[in-house]
């Protein structure tokens, strides 16, 4: 998806997907801050507006306000407001957020989906969230990642995946392909376990 630039919005959320869940589309809700000035604002300022002018949900408010800095040269892709880089992924799992967890806190079942790689987990609320160092195959540290789970009625699990404080763009283009042949695996996994 392209704005005026040609250059790619956002690599999160489609136009179609957007306008079905906020009633805009990008080019919508950027005339919308344009109109708004935001490009003199902060991001807090940005995702706070969205919020409470146009009570947009909160993970609509972060993809529209990151995805608004991006095509406004305010923020490269991959970088965060506060200037580090990172890269994020996310799936829908057939599996309780329990099982989800044990697939990152349980050695034997993370080799399964994620070998080669070691976990340091430094924060864990089971079922909902985990922070943890990340080493590399090499055994380097290369950052650190946040999960988050959201149980749906359904029985699945939404996961996203956080991984911060890397080390440049190319880091950042390893890992978002790296993530998402994992979290593919780990679908894969977890679902013939049913």
């Given at each position: 998806?392209?704005?005026?630039?040609?250059?790619?919005?956002?690599?999160?959320?489609?136009?179609?997907t957007l306008r079905g869940?906020?009633?805009r589309g990008w080019a919508d809700w950027f005339a919308v801050l344009d109109a708004w000035d935001a490009t003199r604002r902060t991001h807090a300022e940005i995702a706070a507006y969205l919020g409470t002018e146009h009570r947009m949900g909160g993970w609509y408010t972060q993809s529209v306000t990151v995805g608004y800095e991006q095509e406004r040269?305010?923020?490269?892709?991959?970088?965060s407001s506060a200037g580090d880089w990172k890269t994020s992924g996310s799936r829908t799992l057939a599996a309780p957020p329990e099982r989800v967890m044990a697939a990152f806190t349980e050695p034997v079942l993370r080799e399964r989906w994620l070998p080669d790689v070691e976990l340091s987990v430094r924060g864990l609320r089971p079922g909902r969230s985990l922070t943890a160092?990340?080493?590399?195959?090499?055994?380097?540290?290369?950052?650190?990642?946040?999960v988050r789970?959201?149980?749906?009625?359904?029985?699945?699990t939404r996961l996203g995946l956080g991984h911060?404080?890397?080390a440049d763009a190319g880091a950042v283009a390893r890992y978002k392909a790296f993530w998402k042949e994992r979290?593919?695996?780990l679908k894969a996994v977890l679902e013939e376990q049913g």
């Open positions: 998806m392209s704005g005026s630039t040609g250059r790619r919005i956002t690599e999160k959320l489609s136009d179609d869940a906020t009633g040269g305010l923020r490269e892709v991959g970088r160092g990340f080493r590399d195959e090499s055994g380097e540290p290369a950052g650190s990642v946040s789970l959201d149980a749906l009625p359904d029985g699945r911060g404080k890397l979290l593919a695996v």
